[in-house]
């Protein structure tokens, strides 16, 4: 910048930066302030930002061995405060150049604040904005508190001024610089729990903002507006394509700094689509972060209140007196956005927080006769597992726990029809339920799960979804009737397997180990297997066995897993740890096959059909002691069927087989039927869900951010390598 400075290497030398971070004082009316903040460019792309951050380093350190003598970083922010005074008016009037100027103080300050906060502490970084020389980590209270008046006046700059082409930019620059005073969390390992700017936020002149700025956040993701075109919003392009000096009042024209083009205004990389609204993108980030705040020692955190409680515009009922922080705000127009925005970690972290904490939202959502809409992309995110992080991938799956709580849910989806869904390749789908193809995704997830990422809290919350729908399985499509059951069975011959190794591992049966060579990842038989004599005399010897060792040997089990075993026992070898999670997996699938069968099975000829098909590995668990009580009913429908199949003739086709078992359902006997507690899980946070949702929203912020670069060198809160 400055008459000759074109590129980022050369800020250090610029002569206006170089008097800013001098050892000589600037009063704050000064004429050279208009001299300062009188530039233009484009936003860096992210190669172009690294380039800047270190440009700025130079001139910060300078500063910050300057500015407790010369307190230039005060008057540039009084200077700034004095401009966002007469902000909406210069907005109303047109007042482009006056606007131009008020960002690019803005900008200087964000870009100064993001180095002093990577490089120093908070009381540290007080004192400079009290520009009064002091011992380390000390600050007078009765001083003029700079640091908090620039906190509310970003937020009113936030929820006051109107949002137009002129204003878009330093409309994003204020929610930026926000973000930037509260990433001293980056810069730590641990979470939080105190800080200054958290005490400026939850309390004093900035708290009357709180329902304002939540409300202000959420409706720029919602209007999802895109930046103004280059140069638009401030003065016509010149000709010739590059940059333009501009020729401001008579006090102003002398000394302007060269337009810092960065190659021409046009060259900037095309904005990735799920960035297109760089405002949209900024104000839920920042959002996320304030509704993960921790609480203080004597107050709730407000921006979270406000996000629990907001309600429809269309709802009139009155705010109870007791809950703070209210706002309205149209609940159509939230959803449609929630509903295109998926594609993102951070909007479908969003939907799981207004899900989860704000009751209006739940019911509202719930009550929708369009939920297709929502679920879709959600189950999108779950059946491309493998493109996605597990912490999105966990939030799309808590978001459908959550979901299936309610049995109006369970019951409605089953009744939604779906045509070509394109994005599920395992087979051809021209018509399916919403229902089943859930059911076929979350079996998806398990199984990929299972043989890849083996964590348990994602299969235990596949699980607990799918028992939440069992009850109500409606029409299930004969794909997601086999595969329920395949998976099932697929679990198994696992079983028998893992203990026919941990009893005889020296002569472990051939027939089993050839089965699960012959499994594809996705659970799909290549071979056709049927359950022969010798599996059928091996599984019952083996149940014989294990009804007599069966607690000792899930008691070792879970030692070994917990690392807990005595010097005296000998550690069981891989395979005999899966143990306590093959059954897990076992007994959960049969329960939801037996509530299913239990509650709706006149609904669901697909799903005896495919047990039928497997009926010969089924009925080696029905003396299994842990299996017993669970397959009495699976094995009262199997004996059912199949004896009026085996009365109807031999070599009966698919219709006739379906048609007997509708004819069959009427017959049998509900009351034969034994009663089991209805199936149903809740999802509950974890006892500090900061521990896992603070590192995650950082993580967001610091890979999605517009404009926000942070050496990963400097980052403490979470590894560059986790997801």
């Known amino acids: 910048m400055g008459s000759n400075s074109s590129r980022i290497g050369d800020l250090p030398k610029n002569e206006y930066l170089k008097k800013l971070s001098g050892t000589e004082s600037v009063s704050e009316n000064d004429p050279f302030w208009n001299q300062l903040l009188s530039f233009s460019f484009p936003a860096p792309t992210s190669s172009e930002l690294k380039l800047l951050e270190e440009a700025t380093i130079s001139v910060c350190r300078s500063l910050v061995e300057n500015n407790p003598r010369t307190g230039n970083l005060g008057a540039l922010i009084k200077v700034f405060l004095s401009r966002t005074k007469e902000l909406k008016l210069s907005a109303e009037c047109q007042n482009h150049i006056f606007i131009w100027q008020t960002h690019n103080a803005l900008f200087i300050i964000c870009c100064l604040l993001k180095v002093f906060i990577s490089e120093m502490s908070e009381e540290e970084l007080q004192l400079h904005f009290t520009y009064e020389e002091k011992s380390p980590g000390s600050y007078s209270s009765d001083s003029e508190d700079l640091l908090e008046e620039l906190l509310c006046c970003l937020m009113q700059l936030i929820t006051d001024i109107p949002l137009l082409d002129i204003t878009y930019e330093i409309s994003v620059e204020a929610i930026s610089t926000m973000v930037v005073f509260l990433s001293y969390q980056l810069f730590h390992k641990e979470v939080l ?40 919003h401030v003065f016509p392009q010149q000709s010739d394509g590059g940059g333009l000096l501009y020729g401001l009042a008579s006090g102003v ?27 949209a993108n900024q104000s839920l ?89 929502l679920v879709l992309p959600i ?45 599920y390749s395992e087979r051809v789908l021209t018509e399916i339920s919403l229902g089943s193809l859930l059911i076929l995704v979350v079996i998806r997830t398990i199984q990929y799960n299972m043989t890849r990422t083996r964590d348990k809290y994602l299969h235990t919350n596949c699980l607990a979804a799918l028992a939440n729908m069992s009850a109500q399985f409606r029409s299930l499509h004969q ?45 799909e038989e290549l071979l056709s297997l049927t359950c022969s004599h010798i599996l059928r005399s091996y599984a019952s010897s083996l149940f014989s066995l294990l009804s007599k060792k069966h607690n000792k040997v899930l008691e070792q089990a879970t030692q070994s897993l917990r690392g807990s075993l005595s010097s005296n026992d000998v550690p069981l070898p891989d395979y005999a740890q899966d143990l306590n999670v093959i059954e897990e997996v076992i007994r959960m699938m049969l329960e939801i096959i037996n509530s299913c069968l239990t509650n709706s099975l006149h609904h669901n000829p697909n799903l005896v059909y495919a047990l039928l098909y497997k009926r010969d590995l089924f009925e080696q668990f029905r003396t299994h002691p842990s299996f017993q009580d669970i397959m009495q009913n699976i094995d009262l429908v199997i004996t ?18 379906l048609e007997i078992i509708k004819q069959g359902v009427v017959a049998l006997p509900k009351d034969r039927l034994k009663k089991f507690p209805e199936l149903k899980f ?18 967001l912020v610091y890979n999605s951010a517009v404009g926000l670069y942070w050496n990963p060198q400097d980052i403490q809160l979470f590894t560059m390598d986790s997801d």
């Open 193 to 232: 729990r105190q800080s200054i700017s958290h005490k400026y936020l939850m309390r004093g002149p900035c708290l009357p903002y709180t329902s304002k700025l939540v409300k202000t956040l959420l409706y720029n993701f919602i209007r999802q507006e895109k930046p103004p075109p280059p140069g638009a």
């Open 253 to 279: 024209a002398t000394g302007l700094w060269t337009v810092f083009t960065l190659g021409g205004v046009g060259s900037k990389a095309a904005t990735p689509p799920e960035l297109s609204s760089p405002l």
């Open 285 to 373: 980030l920042l959002l996320l972060v304030l509704a993960n705040l921790t609480d203080a020692p004597d107050a709730p955190n407000p921006y979270r209140q406000a996000i629990m409680s907001f309600k429809n515009t269309q709802d009139s009922s009155p705010f109870p007196s007791s809950i703070p922080h209210t706002f309205q705000i149209n609940f159509n127009s939230l959803y449609t956005a929630l509903c295109e925005q998926q594609t993102s970690d951070q909007a479908t972290l969003l939907l799981y927080t207004l899900l989860h904490q704000n009751s209006n939202i739940r019911t509202y959502m719930l009550a929708r006769t369009d939920m297709e809409n």
């Open 379 to 423: 189950l999108e995110i779950l059946y491309h597992v493998e493109e996605r992080n597990s912490h999105h991938v966990y939030m799309a799956l808590i978001i459908l726990l959550i979901l299936t709580e309610d049995d109006g849910f369970n019951r409605s989806i089953h009744e939604v029809i779906l045509k070509n869904i394109t994005w």
């Open 479 to 523: 794909y997601a009737a086999q595969r329920i059951i395949s998976y099932t069975c697929r679990h198994l011959r696992r079983y028998v397997y893992v203990l026919d190794k941990l009893y005889f591992p020296h002569s472990h049966c051939s027939t089993l180990q050839h089965c699960f060579s012959t499994l594809s990842d996705n659970g």
């Open 640 to 657: 059912f069927f199949s004896s009026r199949l085996l009365q109807a003739g031999a070599e009966l086709s698919v219709e006739r087989v």
């Open 682 to 699: 809740k999802y509950v946070e974890e006892e500090q869900p900061e521990e896992f949702f603070i590192p995650y929203v950082w993580s």
